[in-house]
């Protein structure tokens, strides 16, 4: 089935480092959202990507997807203790005739040494 | 405003109980979905109901996972005979649209623990 892989799985930065996550789908996605999961709390979104090569930004944060709309990133500048968390992208799967299935990846945890 | 409410937060069962989850979404809000997170991973999806019609269930991992929506607002996840591989969150999202486009709500979800 569809598959969603994010990297790394974890990232330790010093606060003011930059941080950035990669998503890969093994088949091409209509859009992909990004969501944020503070430690103990539920997961929050972010943002949905749908074009091909689409750039969005928000403050420190940007999101591309690929040309190929089968990979996406996410780049924090300048962390903040307030940017740890876990982040995940998930995109539509359409296994098994469904087209109301939101795969998630595994997420990549960040944390923030201030 | 009221966001998506989940109850109980914290639930603990014997193996073999029944439990029965309540999520009631951002009022208004057509799509409704369940998923399951166990530790460390990202959401899994469970199930997706449009209004009241229970669209997809092709996540539900066993017969003994029943989910209702019954007047396309409140949705109950049961589970049946639990088994100690059932312990995980399990997260409610509702979206106001009636596709894969769009913003999901997360509620803050069901700790469960079966013993």
């Known amino acids: 089935g569809q598959q969603v892989m994010q990297i790394p799985q974890y990232q330790h930065v010093q606060e003011g480092e930059d941080f950035t996550t990669y998503c890969n789908s093994s088949?091409?996605?209509?859009?992909i959202q990004w969501y944020k999961q503070r430690p103990g709390g539920h997961p929050v979104f972010l943002i949905q990507l749908v074009k091909s090569g689409e750039v969005k930004k928000q403050k420190r944060l940007t999101f591309q997807f690929g040309e190929a709309k089968k990979n996406s990133s996410l780049h924090i500048t300048a962390t903040q203790t307030t940017d740890v968390g876990t982040y995940f992208c998930a995109g539509p799967t359409n296994s098994g005739g469904s087209n109301y299935k939101l795969t998630f990846g595994k997420g990549t945890l960040l944390t923030v040494n201030p | 405003g009221a966001g998506v409410s989940q109850s109980p937060r914290y639930k603990v069962a014997k193996r073999g109980q029944d439990v029965a989850l309540r999520c009631d979404p951002i009022s208004g809000h057509v799509s409704l979905f369940w998923y399951q997170q166990a530790l460390g991973q990202g959401p899994e999806f469970l199930t997706y109901f449009q209004n009241e019609a229970q669209l997809d269930k092709s996540g539900l991992p066993s017969d003994r996972f029943f989910a209702e929506r019954p007047e396309g607002s409140v949705s109950t996840l049961k589970i049946q005979r639990t088994q100690q591989e059932d312990s995980a969150v399990y997260l409610c999202a509702s979206s106001s649209t009636g596709r894969l486009y769009g913003e999901q709500y997360f509620g803050p979800g069901t700790r469960l623990t079966v013993t």
């Open positions: 088949t091409t996605l209509s859009n």
